[in-house]
């Protein structure tokens, strides 16, 4: 039992610690989740705002929620539920009329003739202070989805068992604090769960200004041609200027520099600081013949290769290196931080096949993470044998939900966070 929404709020922060720094805005849901967004908001470093979404109740039984609306005309609607209760169109209208009406003044009392805090291109976290049927909570991160958020994160202090399942599509990330069961009322978790005024949403707003931080150095990107020995391999470089370690990644079988997945995570590293370094292992000549997709030594030398090109660039070349793989381009990271005669401070393999690196494992002195996806089972296994042969500072983690390839909702940006974690406390030191 939480005592009030300010100790939830300051819980809540502890396990968002890991935001702080990065390009975030925090919304709390009006009211009662306000207090509690303030908290975390002050506590990383992140502009607050409000996210203004309305239940639509049942005529007969207004705390029955049939859905929910949101600014910029968001609208979620329990159709099951209009069904079964019998209710006209025109019921409907007039209930969502009324709340729209109550939207714009909440708008005009919050806000003042202030604007909205942009979302645009960042990571919103959507907080109230507990989740019961969700659908509130639903339509505010499909309102923080419509106003451009890149990634979104709904976070609460309680929640029932089982409740992100309803966020599938909306967030790309839950996070509750506790999942009781029974679960009845959010109200039976706070020992002081009294109403939160309007009074109080404008104070918190108050001390936690609505507002937008200095933007951080925008990441310089171009296109890369590395000669490297007899060829000639393609490549994009980004990172913000200073970076204090540059990532270079090693894409998997039939993967390139264009892969999705490590593109999602490269750009995770690049709002973290760090560079990047996405290129093809081969030509595509060289694609085009199987075997070379699993030449581990030629991979690795070309990974060598690319390393020495980093160094001897103006933007990275004084940045600590550290290598991502995926799938065979993990084995192909192992090797060259094992024997290419370069200092790899740190080393993450996704869905990897670390075991292709054979007898080299045990000569890898790199801290290495193993990320794997808790429904990818013989790939587990791999990894825990690879990891008995390391010698290395080495971590397995596995990703609740995931499969191999990490296209389940929220598994790819949890193990780009991992990545994220991992490489800054080695490449930032």
């Not at 610690?17 to 009006?30: E, I, M, T």
């Amino acid at each position: 039992m939480f005592e009030n929404r300010i100790e939830a709020g300051r819980k809540l922060a502890e396990r968002l610690d890991g935001l702080r720094g990065q390009d975030v805005v925090v919304v709390g849901l009006p009211r009662g989740g306000v207090p509690v967004a303030a908290e975390v908001a002050r506590a990383i470093g992140a502009p607050l705002d409000v996210i203004l979404v309305r239940k639509l109740g049942v005529p007969f039984q207004p705390e029955l929620a049939m859905g929910a609306i949101g600014e910029d005309g968001v609208r979620v609607l329990d159709r099951d539920l209009v069904r079964r209760a019998g209710l006209r169109p025109e019921e409907v209208t007039a209930v969502e009329t009324r709340e729209r009406e109550e939207l714009a003044r909440r708008a005009r009392r919050y806000r003042g003739d202030g604007s909205p805090v942009p979302m645009e291109g960042k990571t919103v976290v959507v907080i109230d202070d507990g989740i019961a049927t969700g659908a509130t909570a639903r339509a505010a991160c499909m309102v923080a989805r419509a106003h451009g958020a890149r990634r979104i994160i709904m976070a609460t202090p309680v929640a029932p068992r089982g409740w992100a399942t309803r966020f599938a599509g909306e967030a790309d990330e839950t996070i509750s604090l506790e999942t009781p069961e029974p679960f009845y009322a959010i109200g039976q978790w706070y020992r002081d769960f009294s109403p939160t005024s309007d009074e109080e949403v404008v104070r918190c707003l108050d001390r936690t200004p609505v507002g937008v931080p200095g933007p951080p150095p925008a990441p310089r990107e171009r296109d890369a041609r590395l000669a490297i020995g007899r060829v000639v391999l393609e490549g994009r470089l980004a990172g913000p200027p200073g970076a204090a370690g540059v990532v270079l990644f090693a894409h998997g079988s039939g993967s390139s520099r264009h892969s999705p997945r490590n593109r999602y995570v490269a750009r995770t590293l690049n709002d973290a600081g760090l560079a990047t370094l996405l290129f093809d292992l081969l030509t595509p000549e060289e694609a085009e013949n199987r075997s070379n997709v699993f030449d581990i030594p030629l991979l690795a030398e070309r990974l060598v290769g690319a390393t020495a090109w980093v160094t001897a660039q103006p933007e990275t070349g004084g940045a600590a290196i550290g290598y991502f793989g995926a799938s065979t381009g993990a084995a192909a990271a192992l090797w060259a931080a094992a024997g290419g005669g370069v200092d790899v401070r740190a080393v993450v393999s996704r869905g990897g096949r670390p075991d292709l690196a054979a007898d080299r494992l045990e000569d890898v002195a790199s801290p290495t993470l193993l990320i794997v996806g808790s429904l990818d089972t013989q790939v587990i296994e791999l990894n825990r044998a690879a990891q008995r042969r390391l010698r290395c500072e080495s971590r397995i983690a596995i990703v609740p939900g995931a499969t191999h390839l990490f296209e389940e909702p929220g598994t790819l940006a949890a193990a780009a966070e991992l990545a994220r974690d991992w490489f800054v406390a080695r490449l930032s030191r």
